[in-house]
């Protein structure tokens, strides 16, 4: 459900349907794109179009009768609105001779199945044929198609490698794990969050930001200017916009000696990948902190390859959570606060405790003591005692929690 680099065929076209409704008012343009959203009964198709153009969710199941849909407004850019028409299509066989009417004028389409129900995944190909059979865009070509592994939340009966493998053989260039229940990826991400006019941009123009809002004052508050660029977020595979972003972050790096954060995607890859786009740009590797290991280079052989490989700084900033559950990405099993102490431990014996970073992310009310959380000393009052029962020395702390950090803040 989330905007990707598809939606650059779901742009205006030269040859007007009925779908396509276009009101200009003084240079403002409102835009109508049908998408669809298909699938077996019960996987969650109407729950995933609810929660994402009313925020809601209900547990309460009624089959959908035909076809349903809904629409949700996205401000584009200041003079564009789309209004993205979301059609939810019945997934019992008895509708299924009406599907080529439904599909009429669709621009793009969500196949759904229930990652707990293998035999819903084993319909997506069933259902993609019947797509690809009734529906084109106007050049003939097939309309974009995105992958939702919906239901996250509860049980997985199908793997990570058998949905990857099932998109690379059928052309599907992205998938992700949703659940209507957790809002998990019902929204925007990354470059997907951003408007026409800032997907467009040039590195040149990104570089000239950036640029700005470190030597003069940042755009919304001139008088406030940024300390470092950060965090420089990619999904997996990366996109081109987010290329682009990493390529112009290592020449303002490079031009200003400043510090950068990466955000990489859920991918063991995404590291070393953004690390190669970055040095090759230009970027001191030695200025850039790699977040979120403890949630992207699980194993301790990919931590420790990437560790040998690179010389950044590797910062593990999910302390607190000791769920092993990890509704982003159901297929791992999460590190607790024990695992992550060990995994610093291995850095330690390696002699690369100069570039571990250690944080938590107080992101949730339920992390605050007055919720019963851990609240914001979890780390000095509970870690950090840990670490000394593991053989930690103070000294050894101390450059983690404060020389670390301090020498990446400082600007060269």
Known sequence: MRRTDHTASMTP???RRDSDVVLSNFGHKEHLFKFLVIGDYGVGKTALVRRYTEGKFSSNYKITIGADFAIKTLDWDPQT?????????????RFGYMTRVYYKYAV????????????????????????REKVALPDGSGIPVVLLANKCDISVAVTDEQISKFCREN???AWYATSAKNNTNVGHYLASTQNASTLNMTKEEMYNLMCKELEEGCVEYPEVKAGFIGEVGSNWPIE??????????????AQLRCSVSFHPGRNAS??????????????DASRAIMSHVDRTLIKKEQLMEFADATKCYIQFDLFGIECSFYQLNPFMDFLSDAQRVKRIALLKKEKKLDRVLMSHDIHTKHRLIHFGGHGYSHIANNVVPTMINKGFTTEEIELITAE????????Q
Request: charge should be positive; include cysteine; glycine fraction near 4%.
């Open 171 to 173: 052309k599907i260039h």
């Open 240 to 253: 081109d916009f987010e290329k682009r972003a990493i390529c112009a972050t290592a020449e303002v790096q």
């Open 404 to 411: 670390n950090p301090k020498k990446w803040l400082t600007r």
């Open 270 to 283: 995404a590291p070393m990948e953004i690390m190669r786009i970055y040095q090759e740009a230009g970027g």
């Open 81 to 93: 609105k789309i209004n993205l028409q979301l059609w939810d299509i019945a997934g019992h066989e």
């Open 13 to 15: 076209r030269a040859s």
């Open 108 to 131: 793009a389409a969500a196949l759904v199945f229930d990652i707990s129900r293998a035999a819903t995944f084993q319909s997506m190909k069933k259902w993609l044929n019947d797509l």
